[in-house]
């Protein structure tokens, strides 16, 4: 799976929107953008994943650059609960079968009152 | 519908000593994945099973093995253990065929090695 880059740490305020950047420049055809979050003390959650098209529902929005090498998860109003490591993840389907999901260190969102 | 769950919640073992980590996946799901996460890093992948076989597997040693039973549930075992071993071991599963990508993980499993 190809690579991608995030910051390491954001902060936002509650009730704002949030835009956490991912860029993935080797992205391949084949290439889900997949986005997960990871609260304090728990495993993984998925948020939302596209492949070329922005993606919509009602933990977040994704929206994908045209030439796909980057894209922006969208929290549209931060609640105190979002506060997490938010992980952007490409991810192959191998012929609609599942494939490992390389995690790199994503980005840490804080969220002040 | 329970989600993933996972047993032991924590874990501690000596160095050389051997360890055996469950998981039950989702109902519905027949996939299960295992990951490995240090303190700090995100989850490495270690091996993922379907149909009681190992499917994939990452950079781990042969240390590390797993089992998948009839009921699709999982253990992994983990032999000769090192200080390094030390981490959160989640577990994640997931239908296998076009029924979607999403991966479901359960809390995890924390394991510290003295």
């Known amino acids: 799976d190809a690579k991608t880059t995030q910051p390491n740490s954001m902060e936002s305020n509650e009730e704002e929107p949030v835009h956490l950047p991912c860029n993935h420049s080797?992205?391949?055809?084949?290439?889900?953008i997949h986005w997960y979050r990871q609260l304090p003390s728990q495993g993984p959650e998925y948020v939302i994943h596209?492949?070329?098209s922005n993606v919509n529902n009602r933990m977040a929005s994704l929206a994908i650059a045209e030439d796909r090498k980057s894209s922006t998860l969208i929290l549209h109003r931060a609640t105190l609960r979002d506060a997490a490591v938010y992980y952007c993840?490409?991810?192959?389907?191998?012929?609609?079968?599942?494939?490992?999901?390389?995690f790199g260190k994503g980005t840490k969102l804080s969220v002040k009152p | 519908d329970a989600g993933v769950t996972q047993s032991p919640t924590h874990l501690i073992k000596t160095r050389g000593q051997q360890v055996t980590l469950r998981c039950s996946p989702k109902?519905?799901?027949?996939?299960v994945s295992w990951y490995q996460q240090a303190l700090g890093q995100g989850p490495q992948f270690i091996f993922q099973?379907?149909?009681?076989?190992?499917?994939q597997r990452g950079n781990f040693p042969d240390r590390f093995s797993g089992h998948q039973f009839p009921n699709y549930s999982s253990e992994l075992n983990v032999n000769a253990l090192l200080l390094g071993d030390s981490a959160l071991y989640l577990c994640?599963?997931?239908?296998?065929?076009?029924?979607?990508?999403?991966?479901?993980f359960g809390p995890g499993t924390r394991l510290l090695v003295l």
């Open positions: 994640a599963s997931s239908p296998l065929l076009g029924q979607g990508m999403t991966q479901y």
């Open positions: 080797t992205i391949s055809g084949t290439d889900y």
């Open positions: 596209g492949l070329t």
């Open positions: 993840i490409l991810h192959m389907n191998y012929g609609g079968s599942q494939g490992n999901l390389i």
């Open positions: 109902s519905g799901h027949d996939t």
């Open positions: 099973y379907y149909e009681e076989e190992e499917r």
